[in-house]
C-alpha cells in the first residue's frame, strides 16, 4: 500500500481505487452543488475504421473539491512548466 501527502494528513491508496486511462476532457454540468466532469478515451469501430469518443468516467465533485483540485492542478501544472514538461 503506497502513501501520499495531503493536506498534512496521510493518504493511503486503497486496493479498489481504480485507475483510469482517459484521452481528454469533454465538458461539464452543475446542480444542487455537485459538478460532473467527463472524460473520454477515444475508441475505434472496427467496422468503419473511424474513431469516437467514449466517455469512461464521469466524476461527480463538491464545488469544494472542485475549487481543491483547480489549485492543485494549476501548482501541478506551474511545476510542469518549470521542468520544461509542459507549458501553457
Not at 483547480?70 to 512548466?81: F, K, M, T
Given at each position: 500500500?503506497?502513501?501520499d501527502q495531503n493536506n498534512g494528513q496521510m493518504l493511503r ?76
Amino acid at each position: 500500500m503506497s502513501a501520499d501527502q495531503n493536506n498534512g494528513q496521510m493518504l493511503r491508496m486503497g486496493a479498489r481505487a481504480p485507475e483510469i486511462y482517459v484521452d481528454g476532457y469533454q465538458g461539464a454540468a452543475d446542480k444542487d452543488g455537485v459538478v460532473k466532469l467527463n472524460y473520454f478515451s477515444l475508441a475505434l469501430d472496427p467496422a468503419t475504421n473511424a474513431t469516437h469518443r467514449e466517455v469512461v468516467l464521469r466524476m461527480a465533485l463538491s464545488v469544494n473539491t472542485v475549487t481543491q483540485v483547480h489549485q492543485a492542478l494549476g501548482q501541478l501544472l506551474a511545476d510542469l512548466e518549470s521542468k520544461g514538461l509542459a507549458r501553457r
